[in-house]
């Protein structure tokens, strides 16, 4: 190479929430973006566009623009703004909940208008989807060079009942710290929990996680082993608490007070960075999701239990199944306390069971480490960028020609 030569770095544009928004999708693309970094030496730059439900949150670098998600014109602007710069691509996470209405509302301004080309991550595959539903995804899958999910159920959904091809789904997991196995108790220390069972839940709160129903089970865990504490660890979901304000927790509250479970539950209601949820983690002796949506296709908080080795007690959802195959956890029904009071007591009162839990889980979720899945994107982003045709897509030309016609009706 020579001397002082600079090659032009590949520039991604992302389209999703983004830090400080609080939000599990947010999250991920931040360190989505910081391991593609580690992955691509230097040869990489990333434009983040954000998604913002409310103003009032202040972004730094890499975020270039703030889309509001109600707002027609920011859509285009963005839309605008990545067809005339030297944006190399432009990788979409998608979620219904992320955009405004059941469609998505305006994101298929930004996908008619877009001439770069599109990778997409899918965070929801639904199985049987409203016609408005179906719809939007199928014209986000329309609009992709490429998509990625994260669960082999969601690459047979997609083929099966969206009839996207094979050849332009990829799976690349959900991407989860590269941390050491660890036991307990040090960390139980750090945490003021030495002499307890620890039971562990985390994740922003809403009704669908079905946290009242963990808690219906605690009486029978603390019969059985009344040393066991239940932390619950997360705030209130920022839209939950738009919508509906406190009440969820209020009512959490309200139920460990009636069941007599104050020295047995703790609610923490933060947003908590990474260094402090690997301490809980690694002092979980039993982590636990009891969400109460089958259709729930990846779950970080889930992936992260699993890649730290934790013994792993989850309801039936369908990132769960696949996360806790072979052995690397137990699955119980739906909507049933008893059964997941016996199936954590179980693990608590068997170090040898818990054990070979964690090692399975832990083994598996060496595949899946960040750094592992920001090498996939990357090199995913390379084959893309080598085989997207360089034409205008026709969902360009459409929206063209409407907007022409508008124009003119609007002289008229």
């Given at each position: ?14 389209l999703?929430?983004?830090?400080p ?5 947010a999250t ?6 910081k ?5 691509a ?13 409310f ?15 109600s707002?027609?014109?920011d859509?285009?602007a ?7 710069s030297?944006?190399?691509l432009v990788?979409?996470?998608y979620?219904?909940g ?6 998505g509302?305006?994101l298929?301004e ?9 990778v997409?991550t ?6 049987k989807?409203?016609?408005?539903f ?7 899958c329309?609009a ?7 669960n082999d ?11 996207v091809?094979?050849?332009?789904i990829e799976f690349?997991?959900?991407g989860?710290p ?9 960390f139980?220390q750090?945490l ?6 620890t ?8 009704k669908?996680k079905?946290i009242d ?7 029978d865990?603390i019969?059985?082993d009344p040393?066991?504490v239940y932390?619950?660890?997360g705030a ?6 738009r ?6 927790k209020i ?5 460990i007070?009636?069941l007599g ?5 703790v609610?923490?209601?933060r947003?908590v960075?990474?260094?402090?949820l ?6 979980a002796?039993v982590?636990?999701?009891?969400y109460?949506n089958k259709?729930q ?13 934790r ?7 369908w990132?769960a199944?696949e996360?806790?195959?072979d052995?690397r ?12 009071a016996?199936a954590?007591?179980e693990?608590?009162?068997n ?7 964690r090692?399975?889980a832990?083994?598996?979720?060496r ?8 090498c ?9 960028l080598?085989t997207?045709p ?23």
């Open positions: 190479m020579i001397s002082g030569t600079e090659f032009p770095k590949t520039k991604i544009a992302f999703s929430s983004y830090p928004r609080k939000c599990g999708i991920f693309t931040c360190d989505l973006v391991n593609i970094s580690s992955a030496d230097d040869t990489f730059e990333p434009q983040v566009f954000a998604m913002e439900t103003a009032g949150l202040t972004y730094a670098d890499p975020v270039r623009m703030v889309i509001r998600r707002s027609q014109a859509y285009i963005a839309a605008n703004m990545v067809n005339f030297d944006i190399d990788c979409l996470q979620e219904f992320l955009f405004e209405g059941p469609n509302s305006f298929p930004f996908l008619r208008r877009l001439t770069k080309p599109l997409t899918l965070h929801t595959v639904l199985e989807p409203e016609p408005d179906f719809d939007a995804m199928t014209e986000v329309d992709s060079d490429k998509i990625v999910v994260m159920c969601g690459v047979d959904m997609l083929r099966q009942i969206y009839g091809p094979g050849e332009k690349i997991g959900h989860i590269d941390l050491p196995f660890a036991e307990t108790g040090y139980k750090k003021g929990l030495s002499g307890r069972k039971i562990l839940t985390f994740g922003l709160l809403s669908n079905g129903l963990m808690l219906k089970a605690m009486p865990i019969a059985r040393s066991a932390i619950v660890l209130t979901h920022p839209e939950v608490m919508h509906e304000g406190p009440i969820y009512r959490l509250e309200k139920m007070r009636s479970l104050d020295n047995h539950v609610l923490d209601h947003f960075d990474d260094k402090d690997f301490q809980y983690l690694k002092a002796d982590y636990v999701t009891p109460l259709q296709l990846t779950s970080g908080t889930l992936a992260f239990a699993v890649g730290t080795g013994a792993v007690v989850s309801t039936p959802y990132a199944q996360l806790l195959a052995g956890g137990k699955i119980v029904d739906f909507h049933d306390p008893p059964q997941m016996k954590i007591t693990i608590l009162a170090p040898a069971l818990a054990m070979n839990m090692v399975k832990y083994n598996y979720g595949s899946i480490t960040w750094p592992r899945v920001g996939a994107y990357w090199q995913l982003f390379q084959e893309v080598e997207a360089a034409v205008v897509r026709p969902y360009y030309e459409r929206s063209a020609v409407r907007d022409q016609a508008a124009m003119q009706a609007q002289i008229a």
